[in-house]
Structure formats: C-alpha cells, structure tokens
C-alpha cells in the first residue's frame, strides 16, 4: 500500500478532495454517541495545530475523531486504491473499509464489534485487547489515554513482554490483557467481539479498518 500512504500523508490528503469537502466527526468514546461535521482542512488544522494532543483528563465524549464515517460516494473512491488485507474473505464485495485520522493521545474507548484487520498508515497507534468473557471495568465517558495512565498501571502487571508487544494480567479479576504499538504500515486482526481500546501515539495518525466476516487468518 505505497501508493495509498502516499495519498493519506499529510501534505497530500487533502489533494483527493474537493477543497470544501467535509468530515464526519464522532465522538470517542465507547459509543460514539454524538456527530460533528466540518471541513477536511479544518479538522486537519485542530488535530495538529490547535489541539495537537488530547490531554488524560478530557472527556472522551467531548472529544472529536475522525473514524467509520467515511461511506460516501467520494470516500468510496478514495478508498478503492487500498489493497486489501490478505484474507480469505477479504474481497470488495464481503469487505467495508473505515478510514481514520487522530493525534496524539486520541483514540477510542473499550468496544467490540465484528473481526476484521487494522494497519496504521502514518504515525503510530497503541492497541490494548481483552477476550470476550473478560469485560474491562471503565467509565465510557473516559478516554482511553485515561485508562491507560490510571486504571492501566493500578490493575494490571506485566507477565511476558517484548520489543514490540507484551501481556499483562490483572491483579484482581485475572484478566489477560494483550496490547501492541503499530508502526507505520503494520497490520493486527481483531478477532469477533474482542473488547479492544486504542491510543494514537503520534500528532498526525493516519489508519484504516478492514471489517470482514473472517474469523481465521490466512496469510
């Protein structure tokens, strides 16, 4: 995906729109429960220039990401020079795309939803998981930056590490955390329903979502 990267730097996104073309914003926490539209550049200029980090202590459902509503026409296109993930399934048909841009400290709160594969295009992007029947304890409205620096370091230790990613273990309920750092065109499959959280490392996080009906990867 050299090409696509290219298209989704920074100095070159904006290149594939129309110079009015809008964004859908949501909210970033669990649900996303609230919708703020504004143009591309300007969501741009916020994200690196007037707010270039989400701070711990802001409120995830006042906090605007650009992530999954990206299913218009124009988006469609933009998003058909993305090469698909290596997958059984993973074809134009079976495969809904969902492109993203956050800054440093962004990210979304604990959710689950159906598997698929996720690669970081530009900057890098921190990925906690948790199995099905392990529900963590958060408060939606947080965010996940939030639980990382408080609830993170208080309930959990490290039990095998590496250079790129380690698991940790509760030390009250048990629970069996995975987590990963995504550099720049590295992918992770999310299997169904796995409670997952995410933090953009970097101000300018550019990334994309490939939802699919897989459950084994082949590759």
Same mark, same amino acid.
């Given at each position: ?21 809008? @964004? ?21 200029? !916020?994200?690196? !220039?007037?707010?270039?980090? @989400?701070?711990? /202590?802001?409120?995830?459902? !006042? *906090?605007?990401?650009?992530? #999954?509503? *990206? ?28 492109? +993203? ?5 962004? #990210? @979304?709160?604990?959710?689950?939803? #159906?598997? +698929? ?5 530009? +900057? ?44 940790? &273990?509760? &030390?009250?309920?048990?629970? &069996? ?6 550099? !720049? #065109? /590295?992918?992770?499959?999310?299997? /169904?329903?796995?409670?997952?959280? *995410?933090?953009?490392? /970097?101000?300018? *996080? ?10 084994? @990867?082949?590759?």
């Amino acid at each position: 995906n050299v090409q696509f990267r290219y298209q989704t730097s920074y100095e070159n996104i904006t290149k594939s729109f129309p110079s009015n073309f809008e @964004v859908t914003l949501s909210s970033s926490n669990s649900v996303s429960a609230h919708r703020r539209t504004i143009p591309l550049s300007q969501y741009l200029y !916020e994200i690196t !220039e007037e707010h270039p980090e @989400v701070t711990p /202590d802001q409120l995830s459902n !006042e *906090t605007w990401y650009l992530f #999954g509503e *990206t299913f218009s026409e124009q988006w469609s296109q933009f998003l058909m020079s993305y090469e698909l993930p290596p997958c059984q399934t993973c074809q134009r048909d079976l495969t809904a795309l969902a492109f +993203g841009i956050g800054n440093l400290g962004s #990210g @979304v709160q604990w959710h689950t939803h #159906g598997p +698929g594969f996720a690669q970081t295009l530009h +900057g890098r992007k921190h990925w906690i998981l948790l199995p099905p029947d392990q529900k963590p304890t958060y408060h939606p409205d947080e965010t996940s930056r939030h639980w990382m620096e408080y609830t993170y370091t208080q309930e959990f230790q490290t039990i095998q590490s590496s250079s790129s990613s380690s698991s940790r &273990k509760s &030390k009250q309920q048990g629970q &069996k955390l995975y987590e990963c750092t995504l550099e !720049e #065109g /590295d992918m992770i499959y999310f299997p /169904d329903r796995w409670h997952h959280a *995410t933090i953009n490392l /970097d101000i300018y *996080t550019a990334f994309i979502s490939s939802f699919t009906t897989e459950h084994n @990867v082949l590759v």
